[in-house]
Nanobody
Framework: QVQLVESGGGLVQAGGSLRLSCAAS????????MGWYRQAPGKQRELVAA???????NYADSVKGRFTITRDNAKNTVYLQMNSLKPEDTAVYYC??????????WGQGPQVTVSS
């Protein structure tokens, strides 16, 4: 089992920045990738960014150039730096860990609200 604990959500004005953190514990050796998803009211959950154990990253088109996913292996922590935030970035953001083909473990989901 893997436990994920997120932090860093909150309220920010448009154009501002936030950094989300996700600390993993438990059977972390089994993780081959970690990602950040988000879900806005009335919308489906979408993958925002992901990073593999080898360091490869991918991003949703809507956040490319604004969001950056990084990892600190010594701290078993993944970060999502969000810059130039827009009101449409408002959502609940979930950290997820993949130990198989799919994301198997999920964090609690901090709220990110961007005011115009």
């Amino acid at each position: 089992q893997v436990q994920l604990v997120e932090s860093g959500g909150g309220l920010v004005q448009a154009g501002g920045s936030l950094r989300l953190s996700c600390a993993a514990s438990g059977s972390i050796f089994s993780i081959n990738a970690m990602g950040w998803y988000r879900q806005a009211p009335g919308k489906q959950r979408e993958l925002v960014a992901a990073i593999t154990s080898g360091g490869s990253t991918n991003y949703a088109d809507s956040v490319k150039g604004r969001f950056t996913i990084t990892r600190d292996n010594a701290k078993n922590t993944v970060y999502l730096q969000m810059n130039s935030l827009k009101p449409e970035d408002t959502a609940v953001y979930y950290c997820a860990a993949k130990a198989s083909r799919d994301y198997d473990y999920w964090g609690q989901g901090p709220q990110v609200t961007v005011s115009s």
